[in-house]
């Protein structure tokens, strides 16, 4: 195993122990044991724990956002699609999807707790969130130069949508008995579609169940 | 057990007030008993007479924390204000909030532990009820668009939430100044009315 892989394989194993126990429960020994290499390997990559819970989540989130976010918005941009889909898409993105890609919305969370009590975190988590609501601008951007989305502030309407994107996705992630990913869907929908000059269904997927007129 | 002085009542709040700051700054897993009591000026044993585990401790701490919030965002909507002005003053209070680290330690713990789970559903619910209150007088005074105030506060006290997470990372665009923007540009849209600054103005305008 060449020494890009072990770290690649160590990283992994830290990740994978934040999403099932916690950032603040994980032990070097426990990932060397998940990683399959000894304890003093482990060292000889990241000197100290912090390190090593730093270098898991930047990976993680790495890879997410190159999955994501690609290049720029016309990566969402389906040939022929509207800017509408587009951003349609973008929200189910971002959603917690419970079982595909909910480990990284864990360590999402995860982070927000580690960077709020450690400052040293912090230019971590404002480049993730800088280059998060950079991509959405994007997507609002290219909607309002072709003339589809109409705002004075696409700016703020980015910031709108990041800062539901986490508030909702936290309750689907918890299984809140009042939010499940359709219903979260819907209430992004609903909250941007009018910053934007457009219809809610616009923003909803294709082929979507009628909205339901309880609310609890 | 030895017998216990009877000024302890008087310890319990300072005992919250440290372990709130203690658990704030280094997370409970990270978070020895005797930190707390040192914080507090007392002993460990007197911490565990309250308190009988971590876990418990950040619950009531949590509790106390929010408890505080409520007092004083009470006392000043019960002023006299308009719903709207209402309304701007608890998204101001949300803005400024210093209680979210230890929300997002209840988060996280949320994730794997279903009692922690269930304090953060009930504490959800509070904060939504406080704002479909204010919304609910609001449609019935006529000031708001007839809406279903549950429906407002969920989606409101949801884009709180997502806001604060920016604001607590200490993020350089979103600030609370913005998160209280953000929130009150979307509360005239969600009740149809327009929502002032907040009359208390901690906040200068975005």
């Keep these: 195993m060449s020494a890009e892989q072990t770290r690649a394989r160590i990283l992994e194993a830290a990740c994978e122990l934040i999403s099932e126990e916690g950032i603040d429960e994980v032990r070097i020994a426990r990932v060397a044991t998940r990683a ?20 898991a989540l930047m990976l993680s989130f ?20 509207t800017h509408a889909e587009a ?23 995860e982070l927000w707790l580690r960077a709020a009590r450690d400052p040293e975190l912090r230019p971590v988590s404002a480049q993730l969130y800088e280059r998060y609501r950079g991509w959405l601008l994007s997507v609002m951007e290219a909607g309002v130069e072709a003339g589809e989305f109409r705002t004075d502030y696409p700016e703020r309407v980015a910031d709108l949508a990041v800062g539901l994107f986490d508030g909702l996705g936290l309750r689907v992630l918890l299984r809140d008995p009042g939010m499940d990913t359709h219903r979260a869907r819907q209430v992004i929908a609903a909250a941007l579609a009018p910053e934007l000059g457009v219809q809610t269904r616009e923003l909803m997927p294709a082929a979507t169940p009628p909205e339901p007129t309880a609310t609890r | 057990m030895s017998p216990r002085p009877n000024i302890d009542h008087i310890r319990r709040p300072q005992i919250l007030a440290a372990a709130a700051e203690v658990i704030a700054e280094r997370g409970i897993a990270a978070t020895r008993v005797a930190d707390v009591a040192g914080r507090a000026g007392t002993s460990t044993s007197a911490v565990l007479y309250w308190f009988g585990s971590k876990e418990e401790l950040l619950a009531e701490a949590l509790m106390w924390e929010d408890d505080l919030f409520y007092a004083d965002v009470t006392e ?7 719903p709207a002005e209402r309304l701007a003053l ?8 210093g209680g979210w680290t ?5 988060w996280s713990r949320a994730l794997r532990d279903p009692q922690a789970a269930e304090a953060r559903e009930n504490g959800d619910l509070r904060w939504r009820e406080a704002i479909a209150e204010v919304v609910r007088d609001g449609c019935e005074s006529g000031d708001f668009e007839e809406v279903d105030p549950d429906q407002v506060a969920l989606t409101l006290s949801a884009l709180l939430d997502g806001l604060a997470v920016q604001v607590t990372l200490g993020d350089s665009e979103v600030t609370a100044a913005r998160m209280n923007q953000i929130g009150r540009t979307m509360a005239e849209r969600l009740v149809s009315c327009q929502v002032p600054e907040s009359p208390s103005r901690w906040l200068a305008p975005a």
């Excluded at chain 1, 790495?62 to 699609?81: I, M, P, T």
């Excluded at chain 1, 951003?87 to 969370?109: F, K, M, R, S, Y």
Aim: overall charge negative; glycine content about 8%.
């Design chain 2, 90 to 97: 608890l998204i101001e209070a949300a803005s400024l909030g």
């Design chain 2, 76 to 82: 000043r909507l019960a002023e006299g204000y308009s």
């Design chain 2, 102 to 106: 230890l929300w997002m330690e209840l």
């Design chain 1, 87 to 109: 951003l349609a898409l973008a929200i189910e993105q971002c959603l917690p999807d419970l079982g595909a890609n909910e480990h990284e919305w864990v360590l999402w969370v």
């Design chain 1, 36 to 55: 399959r290499v000894s304890t003093s390997l482990v060292h000889h990559y990241f000197s100290t724990r912090e390190e090593l819970l730093t270098g």
């Design chain 1, 62 to 81: 790495d890879l997410a956002a190159e999955e994501r976010f690609g290049s720029d918005a016309g990566r969402v941009r389906l040939d022929g699609s």
